[in-house]
């Protein structure tokens, strides 16, 4: 298995495949309850993904296995990749997927050590989330001079809800570009509340 994701490291896509190939039905094997090998295959993956001297093809495609399989072995790998500009997309993704409390305070770390399009992305995956322990972080950057950020910040609240994010919206001071999405947060966050407390698009998931 180290020869297996050593020949990953160096793979392309459509050429040298092989390797991905079986990796990838090792994850689909990884993802029936109880595998005894989906720790394993998670921190391996990780090592790929966090490998510079890899290929750009075989990091994205340690990512996106880590997006079905992934563990808390994966995290701190995957949040320093956040700003690598070839496989910053994927370990996001990696990381809004893997579950637990562990990922979820991961990405509310990652908030305050990213900025521009990177921290962007990470609010949006702490919305998708519904991060409720993320609003205090998210708070501030409705007020970002960075436009992107400041709007990502204020849907992030809206689809993560609740009274805390709600008012946090209300009160914010931000640039005129960035109304609309609060105003879009503060409906969402309405809409939450008259659901009983459950985002009613993830109700219709």
């Known amino acids: 298995i180290t020869a297996i994701f050593k020949d990953l490291a160096g793979y392309q896509l459509g050429v040298k495949d092989n390797r991905a190939k079986l990796v990838a039905s ?6 029936k309850a109880g595998s005894a090998n989906r720790t394993d295959l998670s921190a391996r993956l990780a090592k790929v993904a966090a490998d510079a001297k890899a290929t750009a093809d075989g990091r994205i495609f340690a990512c996106r296995q880590l997006a079905l399989i992934g563990e808390d072995n994966a995290l701190a790998s995957l949040v320093g990749i956040l700003a690598d500009a070839k496989v910053g997309h994927w370990a996001r993704r990696a990381l809004e997927a893997i ?3 562990a990922a979820d305070a991961a990405l509310v770390q990652a908030l305050g050590q990213t900025k521009g399009l990177v921290q962007a992305g990470v609010a949006e995956s702490l919305g998708a989330r519904q991060v409720q322990g993320a609003v205090s972080a998210l708070t501030p950057l409705v007020g970002s001079q960075d436009v992107t950020v ?3 910040a204020a849907d992030a609240l809206g689809r993560i809800g609740g009274k805390q ?3 946090a919206l209300r009160a914010a001071k931000a640039k005129t570009a960035v109304r609309g999405a609060i105003a879009r947060g503060v409906l969402a966050c309405a809409e939450t509340a008259r659901a009983g407390g459950r985002n009613p698009e993830a109700a219709q998931s």
């Open 26 to 31: 090792m994850v689909l094997d990884a993802q």
């Open 99 to 101: 579950p637990g409390q």
């Open 150 to 152: 400041a709007t990502a």
């Open 165 to 167: 994010a709600a008012e």
